[in-house]
C-alpha cells in the first residue's frame, strides 16, 4: 500500500484526485458514491471496470450507461454517446511512479475520452499497472495489455498468438494510438482510484 500511497500524492501534486483502495470492493463503493443519480455513464473498453461489476447498481441508480462491450446495434454510435457522458470510467494500461498515464489504443475512442470529453473521469488503477518509467510502461503495455486483449477478442495479430509485440501491420493491429497524460489536460476532474490489488490486463 505505501506504493500506492506515494503515487496517490505524486498524482495530487499534479492536479488529479487520488484515492488509494484497499481492494476492488472498495473502489466499488467510492466509484458508485461518485456518480450521481440519473447520470449518464460512459464506459471505455476495460476489464478492470468490468470486474467492478457496476452495471446493476448504476441501474439502480436510474444511469444511462453507453458502453460499446454491451450489446447493441451500433457499437461506433455507442462509443460516441460515452464520450460525451457525464462521468467517464476507464481504465490505463500503465502508470509511472511519476504519475503518467500510458494508453494505447486501437480505436482511439477511449483515450479520446480521457483527454477531451466528459466533464468528470473515473480512472481505476491496480497495483499491477505501476511502472518505474515511460520506457517500462510502454514495454508493460505492449508485451502484456495488448497481446491479452488481442487473444481475448480473438483478433488475427501475430501478438494474440505469440504473446509477444511484433510491431505488426495486421489488418486487426491495437497499436493506433498512443498516448501520454502527464497532469489533467484542462485542469479536467480526473479521479484515480488506486487499487492494492490486481486487476485486468
Known amino acids: 500500500m505505501e506504493k500506492l500511497e506515494q ?8 492536479g488529479y484526485r487520488a484515492t488509494c483502495c484497499d481492494n476492488r470492493e472498495d473502489a466499488r463503493k467510492i466509484l458508485l458514491s461518485e456518480v450521481k443519480q440519473g447520470e449518464t455513464v460512459g464506459i471505455g473498453g476495460s476489464v478492470t471496470v468490468q470486474e467492478l461489476d457496476i452495471l446493476d447498481a448504476l441501474a439502480e441508480k436510474g444511469c444511462v450507461v453507453h458502453w460499446h462491450w454491451l450489446p447493441t446495434e451500433n457499437a461506433a454510435q455507442t ?16 502508470v509511472t511512479e511519476a504519475g503518467e ?6 480505436t482511439g475512442n477511449r483515450v479520446a475520452a480521457m483527454v477531451f470529453g466528459p466533464g468528470r473521469n473515473i480512472i481505476v488503477i491496480s497495483k499491477n ?23 481475448r477478442l480473438s483478433l488475427s495479430t501475430p501478438c494474440a498468438l505469440t504473446g509477444k509485440c511484433n510491431d505488426c501491420d495486421a489488418k486487426d493491429r491495437m497499436c ?18 488506486l487499487v492494492n490489488e490486481d486487476m485486468g490486463y
Not at 462521468?87 to 490505463?92: E, F, G, H
Request: charged share 25%; aromatic share 2%.
Open 7 to 14: 503515487l496517490a500524492k505524486t498524482m495530487q501534486k499534479k
Open 79 to 94: 462509443r460516441k454517446l460515452a464520450a460525451g457522458a457525464d462521468v467517464y470510467l476507464c481504465s490505463t494500461n500503465a
Open 101 to 106: 498515464l500510458v494508453n494505447i489504443d486501437g
Open 129 to 151: 499497472k505501476i511502472t518505474s518509467g515511460l520506457d517500462a510502461a510502454q514495454k508493460r503495455v505492449k508485451e502484456i495489455a495488448c497481446p491479452k486483449n488481442a487473444l
Open 176 to 193: 493506433n494510438v498512443t498516448t501520454i497524460i502527464s497532469s489533467p489536460p484542462g485542469k479536467r476532474d480526473m479521479h484515480i482510484l
